[in-house]
């Protein structure tokens, strides 16, 4: 079965309310990530960034790698550890979900993808409401929660629950994970 993996909202700024906590939630949680991302790279499988523009519609996503990966900017290091890669693709969303008013789902279908693997930040926003929109869409879902960080751990572990729980989702380690 086809799958990719979605890598959301990692490329950040970290510049809002709650920025400085997410951050560091997310630190250990980007490594992980780019583990697994080498692992799908590997099996050759797909990796795609799903990713927020801040509302910035001038840039594409080019900018804002080069912009969050600057020196001594607060993502820097998370930017170190989840860097894109040539072949990986990429989606700008303007809201939550990585569904809403952006083309992932065309990409998804035209990769042929079945099961979509959904990792980063927030768990108790945008991948709450990606997996469920990727549930909904008919797509299998795995949320590898040592792969997700909220500002949290307590709005993390209650968006993994929501989400095991409500839909089915599968939560366990990226362990677990089979490209």
């Known amino acids: 079965m086809r799958q990719a993996l979605l890598i959301v909202d990692m490329i950040n700024h970290f510049d809002y309310e709650g920025g400085a906590a997410l951050q560091r939630a997310a630190l250990p949680a980007a490594s992980r990530i780019a583990a697994l991302a080498r692992r799908f790279r590997g099996a050759g499988a797909a990796v795609i960034y799903v990713n927020d523009n801040f509302l910035d519609w001038r840039g594409g996503f080019a900018d ?16 170190q550890r989840v860097q894109p890669q040539p072949e990986d693709r990429f989606v700008l969303k303007p809201r939550h979900s990585g569904f809403l008013d952006s083309p992932l789902e065309l990409l998804l279908h035209q ?36 792969c997700v960080a909220a500002q949290t751990a307590q709005r993390r572990d209650r968006a993994l629950a929501l989400m095991r729980d409500a839909f089915g989702i599968d939560v366990r380690g990226s362990r677990t994970v089979r490209p």
């Open 64 to 79: 804002l790698v080069a912009c969050c990966g600057r020196e001594g900017m607060p993502g820097a290091a998370i930017v």
């Open 111 to 146: 990769l042929r993808v079945r099961r979509v693997v959904v990792t980063g930040i927030a768990a108790d926003s945008c991948i709450l409401i990606t997996a469920h929109d990727a549930h909904m869409r008919g797509f299998q879902v795995q949320v590898p929660g040592d």
